[in-house]
């Protein structure tokens, strides 16, 4: 069956990192693109950053670009998210989520999450 299992969540000062990873397992991961996203307290979840099957098609919330970075090794079956400048407003429990075969702008699997808490 299909598992995602997000890791690398913790407390980091503003301006600081943090690199989340996202282990699959129970599907050709290579074929999939993989996505991550966030909900805050008393927020919806929303999108954080997509990468396609092959490292490409990378896409970022704006609210993200130019901070965040989002890749995968195949080989790992690993997804990642480094997370640079971080900021209060990043605070979030953190979700990979894979994409459906038919439609990569739906998601039909996700983690359980990793927490970020930002924070002096």
């Known amino acids: 069956q299909v598992q995602l299992v997000e890791s690398g969540g913790g407390l980091a000062q503003p301006g600081g990192s943090l690199r989340l990873s996202c282990a699959a397992s129970?599907?050709?991961?290579?074929?999939?693109?993989m996505a991550w996203f966030r909900q805050a307290p008393g927020k919806e979840r929303e999108f954080v950053a997509r990468?396609?099957?092959?490292?490409?098609?990378?896409y970022y919330a704006d609210n993200v670009k130019g901070r965040f970075t989002i890749s995968r090794d195949n080989a790992k079956n690993t997804l990642y998210l480094q997370m640079n400048s971080l900021k209060s407003e990043d605070t979030a429990l953190y979700y990979c989520?894979?994409?459906?075969?038919?439609?990569?702008?739906?998601?039909?699997?996700w983690g359980q999450g990793t927490q970020v808490t930002v924070s002096s």
């Open positions: 989520a894979k994409a459906s075969q038919s439609d990569y702008a739906k998601y039909d699997y």
């Open positions: 129970g599907f050709t991961f290579n074929n999939y693109v």
């Open positions: 990468i396609f099957w092959d490292g490409g098609g990378i």
